[in-house]
């Protein structure tokens, strides 16, 4: 399975953007999204359940960020509203291949591929 991310880029806070990861391979049973700033964790932006569409957000992103996804595709998308400054960081997206539940759709170590990330840049 490879994952292969795209879009991105510099945007004015306020601003929008959206990143996309082409999955090749086989289905999956949830796909994410994760950024990572200069010295910090890995933490989770949203998931979607590849086959029902049910979508978790860290609550940091509610409200301005939806995660969606075109199966004919194999592709996950998240579009990012009302950008802040505090959102600059590398998205990476990730697949699960097997079910995961809702409540541990957070946890980085339980995916088993990643994209190779894309720069997400928001200035003040």
């Known amino acids: 399975v490879q994952l292969q991310a795209s879009g991105g880029g510099l945007v004015q806070a306020g601003g929008s953007l959206s990143v996309d990861c082409a999955a090749s391979?086989?289905?999956?049973?949830?796909m994410a999204w994760f950024r990572q700033a200069p010295g910090q964790e890995r933490e989770f932006v949203a998931a979607?359940?590849?086959?029902?569409?049910?979508?978790s957000y860290a609550d940091s992103v509610k409200g301005r960020f939806t995660i969606s996804r075109d199966s004919a595709k194999n592709t996950v998308y998240l579009q990012m509203n009302s950008l802040r400054p505090e959102d600059t960081a590398v998205y990476y997206c990730?697949?699960?291949?097997?079910?995961?539940?809702?409540?541990?759709?957070?946890?980085?170590?339980?995916?088993?591929?990643w994209g190779q990330g894309t720069q997400v840049t928001v200035s003040s």
């Open positions: 979607i359940n590849w086959r029902g569409g049910g979508t």
């Open positions: 990730a697949a699960r291949l097997n079910r995961l539940v809702a409540t541990a759709v957070d946890r980085p170590d339980l995916y088993d591929n």
């Open positions: 391979g086989r289905t999956f049973g949830r």
